[in-house]
C-alpha cells in the first residue's frame, strides 16, 4: 500500500537517524485507523499494553527523506481528559507519561474536516501539552464537495501548528503529511521528549477553550454550501421508532444467519480437512504415543482453532461494515433501553446475538463497547447465551429422553424443551449482567453520550484489511492459548495409557478417568454417575465434544448410527432425572476451554477467565441440582 | 452561528422560561442557556458529567434540537447540536437548561 513512500532516494544519508516516533490522536469516526493504515500499509504489529486491555496499534513507514518513522495509532478522544483505560493510554501516551514507551517526538491531530468544532478543541488541549502537532484535515474530498471552504492558512496560525488536507482512503496529501512531520520534528529537536506539566481541566477552562475553538471555527471555516441531508433523511428512517427498530432487526437477523449459517461450509470444510490430514498423518506413523499426540493433539488442536475463523471473519466484516458506515451508533440508541434494563450498553447487542452462534467471535466483538464496566460484563454473560456447539448435546439428550408428544394439540414437546434451554440461557444472561451491575460495580451509572456521525461510503480496502487484522490476531493470540488448552485436554484423556489385558475403554484409565472418579462424588447429588464426571474432561474441549466422549465412556462404537446407539444406551444407563440435570448443566458450565482462553486474550489477565469459570460452575451445578430434586420428586427417578 | 442566548429578542417581549433538554419532546429546539451538574443518582465525580456534557459540545449557546427519541419510553434521545448530532439519555440530560425558540405560528411541529 505503501509503496510511493518506500522510494526512498536518499536513504543512505538519513537511515542512520534515529526512527522518528509520531503518535495519532483523534476523535472517534474521523477516520483515524484509515489514516493509520494509509501511513503505514500492512507493516503494523497489534499486541496490547502492559497490564491494560487496550490495544496497542504500531506501525512503520519510510518517509521521503529515508528516515525510517515509528507510528502509533491511539485511541480515539474527545479530551486529553481521560474517561476510559483507552483514553488514559492516549493522554499518558501523548504526554510521554506512559510506562515503556517512548514519547512521541510529534502528534499528528486527526480531524474530519466536516466536522471540526470538537476536534479543534483537542487540537488547543494538545499545543497545550507543548509537544510538536500537526493537524490533518482528513476526508477533505467530502468537505470540498458539500461545499466548505477552509482556510487552512489562517487555521494553522491560530493553532500555530502545520495543518494538512488529506484523503486517507485514497492516500491523498499523505505524503506532504510526512513531510510536515519531520520538519516539525527537526525544528523542535528535542525540545517537546520528557513528560509535560499538565493538568486536567475545569468545566471553566473546558468552556473557555471551548470559546477559543469557536471563535478559531468562524475565523477560519466558512460553513457548507451544500450541507450533507443523506445523514438526516437516512435516520428519519433508520431512528424511526417503528420503521428504525424493523430495519435493525432485519440488519441483525442477517448478520446472525450470515455468522450461523453461511459459516457452516466452510467450517465442515475445515473439519474434514483437519480429519483428513489427521488419516494421512496417522498412516505415515506408528501407533502409539506420538502418533496420538500428533493426530489427536497437535492437528486436532489446529484444527479447533482455525474452525474459529470463518464465523469470526463473517462477524467482523459485519461489525466493521456497519461502524465505517454509521450504522453502529444508531442501532446502540435503538437499543440502549433495552440493554439497559439490565445494565448493559446499548452496543452489547452485536457480541451477545453472536455468541448465540459462538461466544468465541462474540467475546471478541465487545471491542464495540468502549466502558471497561460495560465490557466485562458483556464478556462474562456472553458464552451464557446458547451456541451452536450446545445444539448436538441438546438434540442428543433430547431425543433420548424426552417423548415425541404434541402438548396443547400443536406444540411439540421436545421443541418445547428446546426452546426452554434457549430461554434459559437467555434469561440468565441478562439476570447475571443486571446482578454484576447491581452488586460488584454498585452505582456506577455510566452516562450514554455518544455522536452519531454522518453517514459514509465504507472504504472496501480499509474494511479488507481490518477484517483480516481481527483474524490474524486471534490466531495469533488466542489460537495459541486454546491449542495448548487442546493439548492439554488430549495429555488428560490419554495418559496414562491404558494398561495391558484391561477392560473398557482407555480413557477410563487415563488422567481424566481419575479426575472424573475423583469428582465424582461431588456430582452425584446432581445426578451424574462417574461416566459422566468422566465425560466432562474431554468435554471441555468444546461443547459437542461431549457427545464423543459419551459415547467413547460407554464404548460405543462411533461409526454408522451412532448417535442413535448411544441415544439408546444413554436411556439404558441414565435416569430421566439425570438427563434433565445434564442439560441444565450444559446451559451453564463452562465446558468450553477456547472460549476460557479468548477472555485472557481479551482481558489480558487470568483473573477474568477464573472468575467466569467458578461462576459458571455453580450456576451449573445449582440449576443441575434443582433440575435433578425437583425431577426426582415428580417421580423421574 | 446564532447567539440567541447572547442577545435580546427581537421580538418577544418576555423570553421563554428555561427548560431542560430532559423534558424536551421530538422537535423540541433552542439554545442552550445554562449548563447545570445534575447527574443521575450517584457513581459520577461532582462536575464529571458538565464537563463530559461540555467536551461533547453541549456549551451555553449552542443550538439544539431533540430529532428522534428512542421507541420504548421516548429514550433516549437523538439532539441535533449545533451541526454535529449527539444521543444521549434524558436523565443525563436533565442539566442541559433551553431558552426554547419562540413557537411560531404555522405547521405543526
Redesign the interface.
Known sequence: MSDTLDVAPARAGAAAARPLRVALVGNPNSGKTAMFNALTGSRQKVANYAGVTVERKEGQLVAASGRTVVVLDLPGT??L?A?SPDEVVTRDAVLGRLAGETPPDVVICVADAT?L??VL?LALELKAVGRPCVLALNMIDIAQRQGLEIDTDRLSRELSMPVVGTVATRRRGVETLVAEVEAQAAEAAGAGAGPSAWREP??TE??AL?REA?RIL?AAVR?PKR?DTW??RL?GVL????A??LILLAVLFLMFQAVFTGAKPIMDLITAGFDQLSLIVGHLLPDGMLKSLICDGVIAGVGSVVVFLPQIMILFLFIILLEDVGYM?RA???L???M?GAGLHGRAFIPLLSSFACAIPGIMATRVIDNRRDRLTTILVAPLMTCSARIPVYTLIISAFIPQRTVWGVLSLQGLVFFGLYAAGLVSALLVAWVVRKIFWR????????????YKVPDPMNVARNVLQRGQIFLQRAGTIILSMMILIWFLSTVPGKPAGAVGPAINYSLAGMIGHAIEPVLAPVGFSWQMSVALIPGMAAREVAVGALATVYSVAGEGGGEAVLGSSLAAHWSLASALAFLAWYVFAPQCASTLGVVKRETNSWRWPIIMFAYMTALAYAAAFVTYHVALALGGG | ?RRLADIDPPHETALEPLASLADGRRGFSGVIAELQ?R??????AA?E?????????F??GARVEI???????R??I?VRL????????RR?ARGVLVRPDPVRPGPAR
Open positions: 474527545y479530551s481528559r474517561r466536522n468544532r470538537l478543541r475545569s468545566a473546558i468552556r471551548h469557536e468562524k460553513p450541507p445523514t438526516g435516520d431512528l424511526h421508532p417503528v428504525g427498530v451508533a446502540a440508541f435503538l440502549d433501553r433495552i439497559g452505582g456506577a451509572a455510566e452516562p450514554f453520550l455518544m455522536e452519531l456521525p454522518t | 452561528m451538574d447527574p443521575a443518582a450517584g457513581g459520577l462536575g458529567l458538565e464537563r463530559r456534557l461540555l467536551e461533547m459540545g456549551v451555553e430529532l428522534h427519541e428512542g421507541f420504548i419510553g429514550d433516549p437523538c449545533d451541526d454535529m448530532r449527539v444521543a444521549l439519555r443525563d
